[in-house]
């Protein structure tokens, strides 16, 4: 009878265990269950949960001007000559004025584009706008190999108006590219007139180049806008190097094709002033042609956005993100 009480005894103990293990199993289960916490998704706008999200694979170049001017995705780090700080569309922007400009080399991605899009915020208060009867307009951002003229393989910049331009509210943007090793003609040169541009207001800019369909087109907060070439080209639409008919001339017209820089590749990002003997202006960095307003959030991608993705960059952009 001992021996019987003995294991009756041990299989109870042994079954109290079991239960009791049970029992912890199932407080730890129901307590973990409980406070979970509620995950809630992120907030869309435009499609997209911040501006970083846009076309992130692509991006090659993105100057925040949060107190420096470095190529943050490019790993290039800027020199800034006169350059201040305000607030702007997400942190902080860089401000322009006479003599400021800033530089950064240009990165391998920078020289092997064959398309791209450039997008940026500026605000240019009225009193900062290149006036009827200047010498000089404002260059907002180059992008230059090492001959003159030709070596300036992007371009950006607020242009002098004529007095039937001029408007408190608007100013002409001049924009475009140089296919230095494509096609005769190369030089793609157009303009357009920025609306809204009133005081402290940010105005958003896209220009979109793709080189397989050879379609150029500008967009301003979000929507594409009309421009005009030496060519006729009056809205953003399919660009050839020379005038048309096609097959017409001596070279024939042809498609522009994929940007070909490798005759003199891109060696510096110029932000703020002229290229150094653009047009045949001075040599001397910062020496005229400063753009005296605001920009911010600066990014260059290697191929061409859709009108979604720069609507998803505007929006965020507006709501800060």
Known sequence: MMCMKSVSIKIISKLSVLALAIGIIGIASCAKTSSAPTVTPPVLIGGYVSSDSVAAANLVSYFTFNGNVNDTTGSQSGTAVGVTYVPGVRGQAYQGAVGAYATA?????????????????????????????????GGMFFVAGDSSNDGNELLLETDIPSTSQFAADSVPIHHGFNNIGGVPQSWQNFTMNSFDT?????????????????????????????????????????????????????????????????????????????????????TSLGSNGCFLGAMDELRIFNRALTQAEVVGLYLNGQAGR
């Open 198 to 282: 009133a005081t402290s207001t940010w105005i958003h800019l896209v220009m979109t180049y793709d080189g397989p369909s050879s379609s150029y087109t500008l967009y301003e907060n979000g929507q594409p806008i009309a421009v005009s070439s030496a060519f006729g080209v009056s809205t953003a639409s399919i660009i050839y190097d020379g005038s048309l008919p096609v097959g017409s001339g001596s070279p024939a017209t042809q498609l522009q094709g994929n940007l070909i820089f490798t005759p003199d590749p891109p060696k510096t990002v110029i932000i703020g002033t002229w290229a150094p003997g653009v047009y045949g202006v001075s």
């Open 105 to 137: 080399p240009a990165s391998a991605a920078i020289q092997a584009l064959k398309s791209y899009s450039i997008s940026l915020w500026y605000s240019l208060p009225a009193a900062a706008k290149p006036q009827p009867g200047g010498s000089s307009p």
